[in-house]
């Protein structure tokens, strides 16, 4: 079964841009991920699926800010013109044999 | 508009019982396996459970395994989630999700309900 592994906290400053990592388990690589974020006191929300190619698809209405890409077992999420909304928890999942499995989470801050 | 929400969270006894449920509309709920992930307060998420399409295949973390039941309705398009033997460690935020088909295997988690909470506590 896939870990995932995230950075607990990262900080940028408003209208900056940011790089967020999800490290998939040795021997995993060619796993395909999701990004979700959770703003503070809210539900998850999905935000795009990543394939280890780099293909991916963007969930509906989420701003082409949000970039991903992958290199190895590495997945990134990248935001570009940090908004203060962009504030939150960003979760990355993924999922094998019928379990799914969350990466512990990166607490984003906007400065 | 996508819709899941989540109800019968509350406030139950160690080794108590709760029924959750997850209305969905604006889609069709018989079409699309479904996901209850949980987040303990402060935490992160945690995969609970999940459920087939037609209700035949059911799946379980460690954690819930022979505690809870996940399972569905479609004529009433609603998901349960039964949970049984209540522990403090299920104190958490349960939320319903429907799985998003991928393209290539399996499925992702592509849009979430709003959460009910769940308190275990004496």
């Known amino acids: 079964q896939p870990v995932l592994t995230q950075s607990s906290s990262a900080s940028a400053s408003l209208g900056s841009s940011v790089k967020l990592t999800c490290t998939l388990s040795?021997?995993?690589?060619?796993?395909?991920i999701a990004w979700h974020q959770q703003q503070p006191g809210k539900a998850p929300r999905y935000l795009m699926r990543?394939?280890?190619?780099?293909?991916?698809n963007r969930g509906s209405g989420v701003p082409d800010r949000f970039s991903v890409s992958s290199s190895g077992t590495d997945r990134y999420l990248s935001i570009s013109n940090l908004q203060s909304e962009d504030e939150a928890d960003y979760y990355c999942?993924?999922?094998?044999?019928?379990?799914?499995?969350f990466g512990g989470g990166t607490k984003l801050t906007v400065l | 508009e996508v819709q899941l929400v989540e109800s019968g969270g509350g406030l139950v006894q160690p080794g108590g019982s709760l029924r959750l449920s997850c209305a969905a509309s604006?889609?069709?709920?018989?079409?699309?396996?479904m996901t209850w992930v949980r987040q303990a307060p402060g935490k992160g998420l945690e995969w609970v459970a999940a459920?087939?399409?037609?209700?035949?295949?059911?799946y379980y973390a460690d954690s819930v395994k022979g505690r809870f039941t996940i399972s569905r309705d479609n004529s009433k398009n609603t998901l349960y989630l039964q949970m049984t033997s209540l522990r403090g460690e299920d104190t958490a935020v349960y939320y319903c999700?429907?799985?998003?088909?991928?393209?290539?295997?399996?499925?992702?988690?592509?849009?979430w309900g709003q959460g009910t909470l769940v308190t275990v506590s004496s």
């Open positions: 040795s021997g995993h690589s060619s796993y395909i």
């Open positions: 990543l394939e280890g190619s780099g293909r991916y």
């Open positions: 999942e993924t999922w094998d044999s019928n379990t799914r499995v």
């Open positions: 999700a429907r799985n998003q088909p991928d393209p290539i295997s399996g499925s992702y988690l592509g849009c």
């Open positions: 604006g889609f069709t709920f018989s079409a699309y396996a």
């Open positions: 459920i087939s399409a037609d209700g035949a295949g059911t």
